[in-house]
């Protein structure tokens, strides 16, 4: 039987591991150690920022001046109503995308829902149903990273998924390797 020296001991042994075997944030492998983080660190988190400037009413490109419509979509009938862009694809975000869509960690899910959530509360979005982009099958992993994500804002906001109603005609090149420009 075990002394109660030896059982403190023991516990006290596996919290050290605990410790030194706590995950690290993804983004910038600072150690997680507040409570509630989860993946990522909270530091990395808040560096994730809405873009708050200039933009075209349609397909929602980013502008340095105040615009209605940009060049293209002046010129152009687009096939959408409108497209709206959370931030620019750089830094924390980037990151995270890329670690979800192409290491298909999937926990990751959670934060990338919740701009969705915040855009469609944002523009109170009224959509009868959620169409995911199906996922380029070329590219090496199986992982539906949008059809995922679709489900969980079903869960949320109640708008039913519709999924293999759209077809990829064109394929994508993997953005794992892109510029960050
Ligand atoms: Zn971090
Ligand atoms: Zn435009």
């Known amino acids: 039987m075990k002394s109660l020296t030896q059982f403190l001991a023991q516990e006290i042994n596996r919290g050290v591991k605990l410790f030194f075997f706590k995950a690290n944030c993804l983004v910038c492998a600072a150690p997680l150690v507040y409570r509630g983080e989860e993946l990522i660190c909270n530091s990395c988190l808040k560096k994730i920022e809405k873009y708050e400037g200039y933009y075209c009413h349609r397909c929602g490109k980013f502008s340095e001046q105040k615009i209605d419509l940009c060049g293209k979509c002046s010129l152009k009938q687009q096939p959408f109503i409108f497209q709206r862009s959370f931030a620019a694809y750089t830094g924390v975000l980037r990151k995270i995308l890329l670690l979800y869509k192409y290491s298909a ?46 489900e969980q804002l079903q869960m949320i906001t109640g708008i039913s998924v519709l999924d293999d109603l759209l077809i990829k005609q064109k394929k994508t090149p993997q953005q794992a390797g892109l510029s960050e420009k």
């Open 105 to 150: 960690i999937e926990p990751l899910k959670k934060y990338l829902t919740s701009i969705y959530k915040s855009m469609i509360e944002e523009f109170r979005l009224r959509a009868d149903f959620l169409m995911p982009m199906p996922h380029d099958l070329s590219h090496r992993n199986n992982f539906n990273h949008l059809g995922l994500i679709a």
